[in-house]
């Protein structure tokens, strides 16, 4: 059985960062590409950030490049998101996801593309 477990979330000041992570278990964590998707109040799940099984490659939405930081530690089952110069729009439900096949990527911006999902962590960002 696969569970993902986020953890980190929080309340924060604009300017602000947060660590969130999302740990594993269930399947081989390595071979699997890993995303960060948000949710906010009436508003449907959108992309993050996503990162290949290997890390070797890694992928951003506009409104968070230069701010956000996507990586894994495959010894750990385990990926991150470092967050910083966080906004008052950033304020969501942050949920992350495990891939649907191996060693594959294609539309790592869709969440149908995503097999696995946790049961989200909440950040808020005061302004």
């Known amino acids: 059985q696969v569970q993902l477990v986020e953890s980190g979330g929080g309340l924060v000041q604009a300017g602000g960062s947060l660590r969130l992570s999302c740990a594993a278990s269930?399947?081989?964590?390595?071979?699997?590409?890993m995303g960060w998707f948000r949710q906010a109040p009436g508003k449907e799940r959108e992309f993050v950030s996503a990162?290949?099984?290997?890390?070797?490659?890694?992928y951003y939405a506009s409104s968070v490049k230069g701010r956000f930081t996507i990586s894994r530690d495959n010894a750990k089952n385990t990926v991150y998101l470092q967050m910083n110069r966080l906004k008052p729009e950033d304020t969501a439900i942050y949920y992350c996801?495990?891939?649907?096949?191996?060693?594959?990527?294609?539309?790592?911006?869709?969440?149908?593309?995503?097999?696995?999902w946790g049961q989200g962590t909440q950040v808020t960002v005061s302004s």
């Open positions: 269930g399947r081989t964590f390595s071979t699997y590409t």
């Open positions: 990162i290949t099984w290997g890390g070797d490659d890694t």
């Open positions: 996801g495990s891939y649907r096949i191996p060693y594959y990527i294609a539309h790592y911006y869709a969440p149908s593309d995503y097999e696995y």
